[in-house]
């Protein structure tokens, strides 16, 4: 199932196509995007995930429509979802740079997609992940903001050969590493670590992109009695962890099993009362 939104509220089939050859989109990766989970009607951190997308796009001096348009589009999708039918949707904001020699208008939608089964399998029982090197210092965003570490761009095909990579080892994700061997981020994930009564991620500051969902998951833990940090860590703090998530929109707070091939901590008490945590944000937990 798939509805597709402009700007402007607009429904579209589709099947129809949106994008010329030449858009920036297409042919550079020239653009910013977002991925919101919609249950139940409600789609959630939708404020937390456009105040992201204008970062990247000020990040990549991009001209994002205004918000007005965005929530304009949002609700064009969520009010054709068939709701009788599934209780959630994948919901992913694109705004292109628009036309190569164009006058700079920018190109977005929204589309909405049902959820893969492969996402549900991966919340239910957990996943694998091995760790990749993403070959930059953690300090490397302050020096060269040109790159754009910590926006969510379409530029993507580093984080979908890293994907595949994982297959290709066994493995149903990744966690990058830094150049000194610290923990950054999945590729589209942000890393969680529980330890005694804290949980621990990595800091927006090594590069990463600021996680929508462990943003939700640390307010409420830290309302019920959590101590919650943002710093570096190395990969072994991993193993010795009480226990390690991927925390994404979509997979929500997913349980890593194995690293590397090695068995890690998965307490299943543990992911419960995180996922109980994560979940009473939206009045579920």
């Known amino acids: 199932m798939r509805v597709l939104a402009l700007l402007d509220g607009t429904l579209v089939d589709p099947e129809t196509p949106l994008f010329r050859a030449d858009d920036l989109g297409v042919t550079r990766g020239d653009g910013v995007f977002e991925t919101i989970l919609v249950a139940d009607r409600e789609p959630r951190e939708l404020a937390a995930h456009l105040d992201r997308m204008q970062r990247s796009a000020r990040l990549m001096q991009l001209p994002l429509p205004d918000r007005a348009a965005w929530l304009r589009a949002v609700q064009a999708v969520v009010d054709a979802w068939p709701w009788d039918q599934e209780r959630e949707l994948a919901l992913k904001l694109v705004c292109t740079r628009g036309i190569d020699g164009g006058d700079g208008t920018p190109h977005g939608f929204a589309l909405g997609s049902s959820i893969e089964a492969g996402t549900l399998r991966k919340r ?162």
């Open 124 to 285: 239910e029982q957990g996943v694998s992940a091995v760790t990749l090197e993403r070959g930059y210092e953690p300090d490397l965003m302050e020096r060269a903001p040109w790159l754009l570490l910590s926006a969510k761009t379409l530029s993507y095909a580093v984080n979908m050969a890293a994907m595949r990579e994982a297959e290709s080892r066994g493995a149903d994700e990744v966690i990058f590493t830094a150049a000194d061997g610290s923990v950054l981020e999945g590729p589209t994930s942000t890393v969680v670590l529980a330890r005694g009564d804290e949980l621990l991620t990595t800091p927006p500051s090594s590069g990463i992109l600021e996680g929508t969902t462990q943003g939700a998951l640390f307010r409420t833990a830290e309302r019920a009695g959590w101590r919650t940090r943002a710093e570096k860590f190395p990969v072994a703090d991993l193993h010795s962890a009480d226990g390690v998530w991927l925390a994404s929109s979509v997979r929500l707070i997913t349980q890593v099993r194995s690293i590397d091939g090695s068995p890690v901590r998965a307490d299943p008490q543990l992911h419960a009362e995180l996922a109980r945590l994560y979940e009473s944000n939206y009045g579920t937990g």
